[in-house]
């Protein structure tokens, strides 16, 4: 009977070592996808959160697939400072756009080409939270905006304006309907008395 209890004892402590180890693992967060028009500029916003205070080992890999899933591909590494790649397609072409004070791990890459179509995945650690998830985005560089896209947003400025122009016509309407209606009982009144 005394090894059941050891080792009921061992099974509670372990579930509970794997419950703090998740708890205390980085959470990285990112968009599931992106969508920019090809030689445009993009901000690829990465955040994480931790369960340690940001440590000075705290380092993010940016990492790409194509979508031809060929081999990866470094992007961009930061640790104390940010490190640009030194060669490879994104050499000259991404800049650290983060602030490590707010959780913020973004960078920025210029003039998309449509090569750049693929997975991006950012990668945080935090001495002591090494472990934790892996944000991906995926990156759509399009030769132009859909003309629906356009003509989306414009319908949804024009209903509005329009809506505001009848709303502030109604008001004003009303109003003057009000004055007309008080200025004729003055005028009754005046003429009684």
Known sequence: MRGRTWLGAALVLGAQLRALWLAAAVEVHTAKEVVAVNGTNQRLKCTFSSSSP???????SWNFQPEDLSS???????QKEPYKPPSGRFKDRVTWDGNIERNDVSIMIWNLQPSDNGTFTCQVTNWPDVYGTIGEVRLRVVQKVNFSEIHFLAVAIGSASVLMVIVVTAVYICRQRRRGARDRRLEVADTEG
Not at 54 to 60: R, Y
Not at 72 to 78: D, I
Request: charged letters at 5%; hydrophobic letters at 45%; aromatic letters at 22%.
């Open 54 to 60: 940001v440590s000075q080992q705290l380092s993010v």
């Open 72 to 78: 990866h591909e470094l992007v961009f590494y930061y």
